[in-house]
T-cell receptor, first 115, second 112 residues
Framework: DAGITQSPRHKVTETGTPVTLRCHQTENHRYMYWYRQDPGHGLRLIHYSYGVKDTDKGEVSDGYSVSRSKTEDFLLTLESATSSQTSVYFC??????????????FGPGTRLTVL | QQQVKQSPQSLIVQKGGISIINCAYENTAFDYFPWYQQFPGKGPALLIAIRPDVSEKKEGRFTISFNKSAKQFSLHIMDSQPGDSATYFCAASISAGNMLTFGGGTRLMVKP
């Protein structure tokens, strides 16, 4: 999985509790992304980062926040988890953009269940 | 609003047959069209990709056909094998942004 780890790999939590998912890369890639995968919807972008402390919203950012204090780590936080956030979350990385078609490499995913 | 529509949702093909998955897009600014393959419990992995300046790209048994005027592109898997059984996603992006918009996915099963 291209030097990308996600933790935890599985988590069950209760509605209203905060949850933080971690993505760690060893590739020193500039861009990092968080997606959620739900049946019939493919993967949808939640947030992405284009550098340390530089982040922006994706298609489905409501209820999520992110932080990137180091190149290698990108954290996704659910401030108050809801059942609609039950999903499989994938982190992805890419080397650069700006006219280049750079492949996105995906991590192994985190399965989150909110009861 | 789904900008990339993928069909079918599921597909069963006999070993040796041709698997065909179709995608249609709306945003004419898209200029990069990758296909990802995902096995159970794994993250998606890039399979093959095409730019709109060509109508077809082939890599081994996998071929992308691209129709710019119709805003459609498709994945053909020739001589399908049981090991090809996976979920396939089409995607599209604008080169300057590199953010991918995915189709809904197709679960392919190749029967021996």
């Amino acid at each position: 999985d291209a030097g990308i780890t996600q933790s935890p790999r599985h988590k069950v939590t209760e509605t209203g509790t905060p949850v933080t998912l971690r993505c760690h890369q060893t590739e020193n890639h500039r861009y990092m992304y968080w997606y959620r995968q739900d049946p019939g919807h493919g993967l949808r972008l939640i947030h992405y980062s284009y550098g340390v402390k530089d982040t922006d919203k994706g298609e489905v950012s409501d209820g999520y926040s992110v932080s990137r204090s180091k190149t290698e780590d990108f954290l996704l936080t659910l401030e108050s988890a809801t059942s609609s956030q039950t999903s499989v979350y994938f982190c992805a990385i890419s080397a650069s953009t700006g006219g280049a078609y750079n492949e996105q490499f995906f991590g192994p995913g985190t399965r989150l269940t909110v009861l | 609003q789904q900008q990339v529509k993928q069909s079918p949702q599921s597909l069963i093909v006999q070993k040796g047959g041709i698997s065909i998955i179709n995608c249609a897009y709306e945003n004419t600014a898209f200029d990069y069209f990758p296909w990802y393959q995902q096995f159970p419990g794994k993250g998606p992995a890039l399979l093959i990709a095409i730019r709109p300046d060509v109508s077809e790209k082939k890599e081994g048994r996998f071929t992308i056909s691209f129709n710019k005027s119709a805003k459609q592109f498709s994945l053909h898997i020739m001589d399908s094998q049981p090991g090809d059984s996976a979920t396939y996603f089409c995607a599209a992006s604008i080169s300057a942004g590199n953010m991918l918009t995915f189709g809904g996915g197709t679960r392919l099963m190749v029967k021996p």
